[in-house]
């Protein structure tokens, strides 16, 4: 149980909860923008990975938001791969545990 959660429960709750709060931030005009919403649904995976790479220190207040905004933007694509790949094992690890249950109820039925 402790493994479903934590490779199922955990990644898609995440990601629908992200999604649900960034959806009205990339509506206009009644259209979703579906890259920006990958973006910022992505930002909370992959921002940590890209404060390690680029550092705003030795910059003005200027250089130094325009590094933060940099930091968010590769972030957000690179959570957004993270993301789509934790979604990908999720599927992977549910249609294998499907299979799993099928193989082991057709032994039953026949011994």
Known sequence: ???FMKKVIVPVGAAVFLSALFYPLCVEHGQCDYLKLWM???I????H???LWIIPKGFDIGGTVGVFVFNLLIG???GGLILTGRLFLAVFYLVKMAALGIS???KTKTV
């Open 40 to 42: 910022f649904v992505g």
């Open 104 to 106: 082991r109820m057709a």
């Open 1 to 3: 149980m402790y493994e």
């Open 76 to 78: 957000g694509v690179i």
């Open 49 to 51: 990975k890209m404060f």
């Open 44 to 47: 909370p995976f992959g921002v």
